[in-house]
């Protein structure tokens, strides 16, 4: 948000006006000997252009130095980045640090720009903190106000106003905003490494394989360029995963393998756990599941057992023992993971998944077709998870293929296409 340093032009007459009002002088008090009381009042309601002798003598009346005001809403301004950095680089004691700070020494400043600088750094923090309720409130103060923001400041609005939209899994909602913002940048002649880095993450989300690697590699250069070291590692993964997907296995694996040496360096057991599993999921790709076994289960081994990610690190494992021919072993990792799960988090989508690995395993395909068209499909549908739907109405197709339904089959190979494409474009 280095855009945002010197936004702090300072409306004299507004504060002035709130100033006066708060310290129960009225304009005669205040303006007496100083200056006329109608000019007091085109002062404060910014009809004229300040005069600095008499606006130096009001504010001494009123306890303060031009000079000093100036000097601390500067530093202000300079705490409200650092408090954005300490967010980039999960910082999280400075981050709760700056969030106190500022919170109470920005409760009486009468500084707009200032203030919507504060309340843009809040609206990062609350997506941080996965606090989408604050950060809904914050995006309603800032939507009434968009025609008022500078350039730079709707810059980061739109920028994370999609990020807002991600964490609720409108990923196509989140794409727009984001291009609103990639807009400004445009006129702005500036790159935000985090935009970037965003719009990469979200085409990655939506399978957009082509486009997210363009997006990771740019955003790559932005973030090494500016030492956001934590954020570049972020997106080599980002940049590993796309690239298995569409085939280039050898430079995703070297992307995944740098990754590693630099989490194993740095400690970073969270990273070390996704490299793991995305080295599970391209040796999958490449047909080699035993390999691709090996490194789910160093994941596993890393991961926290009550996080989501381990789950779906356990779901795939069950996918390699099913094509293994591990049936035994298939059905006691499932039914552990579900009993786990349902207890952790009964709302997750994961149990959805795991609970239709478990009806493949029995092969009834009476039983897996209808909970895929009542329970899979819907929910998948309302969540935008693209891939898995493909996957479902594949399946459907196959099915009904299989029991000569082959109008309903084409139906369902046609709903799959037409979702690939939406996710391509």
């Given at each position: 948000?280095?855009?945002?340093?010197?936004n702090?032009?300072?409306?004299?007459g507004?504060l002035?006006?709130?100033?006066?009002q708060?310290?129960g002088?009225t304009q005669?008090e205040?303006?007496?000997?100083i200056?006329?009381?109608?000019?007091?009042?085109?002062?404060e309601?910014?009809?004229?252009?300040p005069?600095?002798?008499?606006?130096s003598?009001?504010?001494?009346?009123?306890?303060?130095?031009?000079?000093?005001?100036?000097?601390?809403q500067?530093q202000?301004?300079?705490d409200?980045?650092k408090w954005?950095?300490?967010?980039?680089?999960?910082?999280?004691?400075?981050?709760e640090?700056?969030?106190?700070h500022?919170?109470?020494?920005?409760?009486?400043?009468?500084?707009i720009?200032?203030?919507?600088?504060?309340?843009?750094a809040?609206?990062?923090?609350?997506?941080?903190?996965?606090?989408?309720?604050?950060?809904?409130?914050?995006?309603?103060?800032?939507t009434?106000l968009?025609?008022?923001?500078?350039?730079?400041?709707s810059?980061?609005?739109y920028?994370?106003?999609g990020?807002?939209?991600c964490?609720i899994?409108q990923?196509?909602k989140?794409?727009?905003?984001f291009?609103?913002?990639?807009?400004?940048?445009?006129?702005?002649?500036?790159?935000?490494?985090?935009l970037i880095y965003f719009?990469a993450?979200?085409?990655s989300?939506?399978?957009?394989?082509?486009?997210?690697?363009v997006?990771g590699?740019r955003?790559?250069?932005?973030l090494?360029?500016?030492s956001q070291f934590l954020?570049?590692i972020?997106?080599?993964?980002?940049?590993a995963t796309?690239?298995?997907?569409?085939g280039?296995?050898?430079?995703?694996?070297?992307?995944?393998q740098?990754?590693?040496?630099?989490?194993h360096?740095?400690?970073?057991?969270?990273?070390?756990?996704i490299?793991y599993?995305?080295?599970?999921?391209?040796?999958?790709?490449?047909?080699?599941?035993?390999?691709?076994?090996?490194?789910?289960?160093?994941?596993?081994?890393?991961?926290?057992?009550k996080?989501?990610?381990?789950?779906?690190?356990?779901?795939?494992?069950?996918?390699?023992?099913?094509?293994l021919g591990q049936?035994?072993?298939a059905?006691d990792?499932?039914?552990?993971?579900?009993?786990?799960?349902?207890?952790?988090?009964p709302?997750s989508?994961?149990?959805?998944?795991?609970?239709?690995?478990?009806?493949?395993?029995?092969?009834?395909?009476?039983?897996?077709?209808?909970?895929l068209?009542?329970k899979?499909?819907?929910?998948?549908r309302?969540?935008?998870?693209w891939?898995?739907?493909?996957?479902?109405?594949?399946?459907?197709?196959?099915?009904?293929?299989?029991?000569?339904?082959y109008?309903?089959?084409?139906h369902?190979?046609?709903?799959?296409?037409d979702?690939r494409?939406?996710?391509?474009?």
């Open positions: 948000m280095h855009l945002l340093e010197d702090i032009s300072i409306n004299l507004t002035i006006a709130a100033t006066r708060e310290r002088l005669d205040l303006a007496k000997g200056c006329s009381i109608p000019y007091l009042s085109k002062l309601n910014d009809k004229i252009e005069n600095q002798e008499i606006v003598l009001l504010l001494q009346r009123l306890g303060f130095s031009v000079d000093q005001l100036i000097q601390e500067q202000l301004n300079v409200i980045l954005y950095q300490a967010i980039l680089e999960r910082d999280d004691a400075n981050i640090s700056y969030h106190d500022l919170t109470k020494s920005t409760k009486n400043i009468q500084n720009s200032l203030i919507h600088n504060f309340k843009l809040k609206l990062r923090y609350s997506l941080y903190k996965q606090d989408a309720i604050a950060a809904k409130e914050l995006i309603k103060y800032f009434k968009k025609s008022k923001l500078t350039l730079s400041q810059l980061y609005f920028c994370f106003y990020i807002y939209y964490i899994n990923h196509e989140g794409i727009e905003s291009k609103e913002a990639e807009k400004i940048s445009q006129r702005l002649r500036y790159e935000e490494p985090e719009l993450l979200t085409y989300h939506l399978y957009n394989s082509s486009v997210a690697i997006y590699f955003a790559l250069d932005l090494n360029n500016s954020r570049s972020d997106c080599q993964l980002i940049i796309n690239l298995y997907r569409i280039q296995y050898d430079q995703a694996e070297q992307y995944l740098n990754t590693l040496k630099i989490a360096s740095l400690k970073l057991d969270h990273v070390r756990t490299a599993h995305n080295l599970g999921n391209l040796y999958v790709k490449r047909g080699e599941l035993e390999k691709a076994l090996g490194y789910y289960q160093e994941s596993l081994a890393i991961n926290d057992p996080a989501d990610s381990s789950f779906y690190t356990t779901y795939c494992i069950g996918e390699i023992y099913i094509e049936i035994e072993k059905k990792l499932i039914g552990h993971a579900m009993n786990k799960l349902s207890l952790l988090n709302k989508s994961l149990l959805l998944k795991l609970e239709l690995l478990k009806l493949e395993i029995l092969g009834n395909d009476q039983q897996i077709e209808q909970f068209e009542h899979s499909l819907p929910l998948f309302e969540k935008s998870d891939r898995y739907l493909i996957d479902c109405y594949e399946k459907l197709a196959k099915i009904n293929a299989k029991n000569f339904l109008k309903k089959s084409s369902y190979f046609q709903l799959a296409n979702t494409k939406k996710i391509m474009y």
